[in-house]
């Protein structure tokens, strides 16, 4: 039996990179996300792509994983 960790998938995959490219927390995105205000996942994405710098894969792993969690 392998004590292993299974591995992340989806958009949390993406969190080491982010943090690693940005240099800031998870959290510090999804609260600039959050602090937005109610937009549309596209609307977001755009936001941080224009606003922040980020790159398209990243800025949309955030966004959906922070739509995810507020359900």
């Known amino acids: 039996m392998s004590t292993d ?3 992340v998938k989806g958009p ?10 940005y240099g800031e927390p998870i959290a510090h ?3 600039i996300i959050r ?3 109610p937009r549309k996942h596209m609307e977001l994405v755009a936001m ?6 980020l790159g ?5 792993a955030l966004v959906a994983d ?5 359900g």
């Open 12 to 21: 949390a995959s993406y969190f080491p990179s982010i943090e690693k490219t």
């Open 66 to 70: 922070t739509l995810r969690e507020d």
């Open 56 to 60: 398209h894969g990243h800025a949309n």
């Open 48 to 53: 941080l792509k224009t606003d922040h710098g």
């Open 35 to 37: 602090a937005a205000g």
């Open 29 to 31: 995105w999804k609260a």
């Open 5 to 7: 960790p299974a591995p």
